[in-house]
């Protein structure tokens, strides 16, 4: 594991093998950040939330609670993993492959990429699925 300059680990908490805590991020007491998982720089993990195997928690993102963070797949064209997060400031935030950006502009680049495709459908029910459990 690597806990970046100036993070914090709680009390109880761990983090697995592998994982990675960034620069002036907080995992908070009796959390847990799963092996190989990834917490973003600034980025937030509350008091008693998990962070599963091979997750990634983005730069500035906020998990207080295991409802603030959602992690699907693998899904579409590179049969990724997408996960979506509640942001400390703003709207959620998704993470997948080499993509990093909010939800809404997570929507627009799958209407240009994929379109109507059956992949383009399942980024889409991703999508709806995080509107209804990350509420902004």
């Known amino acids: ?6 993070a914090t680990v709680g009390a109880g908490a761990t983090v697995g093998d592998g994982a990675r ?5 907080t995992v908070g007491d009796r959390a847990r950040v ?4 990834r917490v973003g720089a600034w980025a937030r993990v509350g008091d008693g939330a998990t962070v599963g195997d091979g997750a990634t928690v983005g730069d500035g993102a906020t998990i207080r609670h295991t409802s603030d963070c959602i992690t699907i797949g693998p899904v579409g064209s590179r049969d990724d993993y ?3 997060a509640r942001a400390a400031n703003g709207p959620p935030l998704v993470r997948t492959g080499c993509y990093a ?3 809404d ?5 799958v209407e240009e990429g994929h379109g109507a495709s ?3 459908d399942v980024y889409r029910a991703v999508i709806a699925l995080a509107r209804v459990l990350i509420v902004d």
Do not use: K, P, Q, Y
């Open 21 to 25: 805590v960034g620069d002036g991020a």
């Open 101 to 103: 950006g909010s939800l």
């Open 34 to 37: 799963g092996d190989g998982a």
């Open 118 to 120: 059956h992949h383009g």
């Open 82 to 84: 997408v996960t979506i």
């Open 1 to 6: 594991a690597r806990v970046g300059a100036g």
């Open 105 to 109: 502009e997570f929507a627009a680049v």
